[in-house]
């Protein structure tokens, strides 16, 4: 697969962050106590992108910075 992301990606990438919430410096996806970085990992996984990894708590490629 590509490197680059589709919008379905980008849009599901963006979800995933504005839901996400922070506790003691880690940033968490739904009740579970799955990361974020686990949780944007396997979905890029799982979309074919392998070795795709979460930098800095931000996916790699996002060209703006988000903030909570």
């Known amino acids: 697969m590509s490197d680059t992301l589709t919008e379905y990606e980008k ?10 919430w922070w506790k003691d410096g880690t940033c968490y996806v739904g009740t579970t106590g799955r990361t974020y970085k686990d949780a944007a990992e396997r979905f890029m996984h799982e979309r074919g992108h392998e070795g795709w990894t979460v930098r800095f708590g931000f ?3 996002t060209a703006r910075s ?3």
């Open 11 to 20: 849009g599901y990438l963006d979800g995933l962050w504005s839901h996400a």
């Open 59 to 61: 996916p790699n490629g």
């Open 66 to 68: 988000r903030t909570l």
